[in-house]
């Protein structure tokens, strides 16, 4: 099955326009690989501010008209006015790795803890609203709690890989994807034209996958 590596951070309203075209890609049949690059992390973790605000909001809004996806009023006049929020991308990322290890759908979860910030008003580094998110999925607490623990020590090393893909595919922002062939080449896509567009973007993707088999193997029949 053909590979789609998605780079993006749960934080990142961009990664949030694209969820529809990752939710369609997986529906065409490519495999989905998410990785984490960690955007608001360590240094760069930012508490929310009326400056804050006013820099997410015209992407939101621009997001919105592009796409269609939500975002509610306990996002825009709660969560945006919550001083005392911290946005932090480890714990999201860290609670994607424990649905992964756990062999659940690190897709679909993530489009949870995209849809409880971005509509709902939760934030996404809210540990314990990451934890309820688990159980929706079926996960028991416990479990959870214990994979969530583990992926502490994996964070760093997770992060590390994802922008040194980033690197190696000449990509510069989240989110950014690529599409890997059976053998391992891995070349990277472009989504900007896409957003809104989920049937245009099947086409190109599958597109792009042909045309990169043809020049892996010239002698391949359509």
Same mark, same amino acid.
């Given at each position: 099955?053909? &590979?789609?590596?998605?780079?993006?951070? @749960?934080?990142?309203?961009?990664?949030?326009?694209? !969820?529809?075209?990752? +939710? =369609?890609? $997986?529906?065409?049949?490519?495999?989905?690989?998410?990785?984490?690059?960690?955007?608001?992390?360590?240094?760069?973790?930012?508490?929310?501010?009326?400056?804050?605000?006013?820099?997410?909001?015209?992407?939101?809004?621009?997001?919105?008209?592009?796409?269609?996806?939500?975002?509610?009023?306990?996002?825009?006049?709660?969560?945006?006015?919550?001083?005392? &929020?911290?946005?932090?991308?480890?714990? @999201?990322?860290?609670?994607?790795?424990?649905?992964? !290890?756990?062999?659940? +759908? =690190?897709? $679909?979860?993530?489009?949870?803890?995209?849809?409880?910030?971005?509509?709902?008003?939760?934030?996404?580094?809210?540990?314990?609203?990451?934890?309820?998110?688990?159980?929706?999925?079926?996960?028991?607490?416990?479990?959870?709690?214990?994979?969530?623990?583990?992926?502490?020590?994996?964070?760093?090393?997770?992060?590390?890989?994802?922008?040194?893909?980033?690197?190696?595919?000449?990509?510069?922002?989240?989110?950014?994807?690529?599409?890997?062939?059976?053998?391992?080449?891995?070349? =990277?896509?472009?989504?900007?034209?896409?957003?809104?567009?989920?049937?245009?973007?099947?086409?190109?993707?599958?597109?792009?996958?042909?045309?990169?088999?043809?020049?892996?193997?010239?002698?391949?029949?359509?």
């Amino acid at each position: 099955m053909p &590979i789609l590596h998605a780079i993006i951070d @749960p934080l990142c309203g961009w990664c949030y326009a694209a !969820a529809p075209l990752l +939710d =369609a890609a $997986a529906k065409a049949g490519f495999t989905i690989k998410l990785h984490g690059g960690g955007m608001l992390t360590g240094s760069r973790r930012k508490q929310i501010d009326a400056n804050w605000r006013d820099y997410v909001m015209p992407h939101d809004l621009r997001i919105s008209e592009l796409t269609g996806q939500p975002f509610g009023e306990n996002y825009f006049n709660g969560l945006l006015r919550d001083t005392t &929020i911290v946005l932090d991308s480890a714990p @999201p990322i860290k609670a994607m790795l424990a649905i992964d !290890a756990m062999g659940g +759908d =690190a897709l $679909a979860y993530l489009h949870s803890v995209q849809l409880a910030h971005y509509r709902d008003g939760h934030s996404a580094s809210d540990e314990g609203h990451l934890a309820r998110l688990a159980t929706a999925q079926g996960f028991s607490p416990n479990a959870f709690a214990a994979q969530y623990t583990q992926a502490e020590g994996k964070l760093d090393e997770h992060i590390v890989e994802s922008r040194a893909r980033l690197n190696r595919i000449g990509a510069q922002g989240f989110p950014s994807m690529a599409i890997e062939t059976y053998d391992g080449k891995i070349t =990277a896509i472009n989504i900007n034209r896409y957003y809104g567009q989920p049937e245009q973007w099947i086409s190109y993707l599958k597109t792009q996958f042909t045309r990169t088999l043809t020049i892996l193997n010239p002698n391949m029949t359509h």
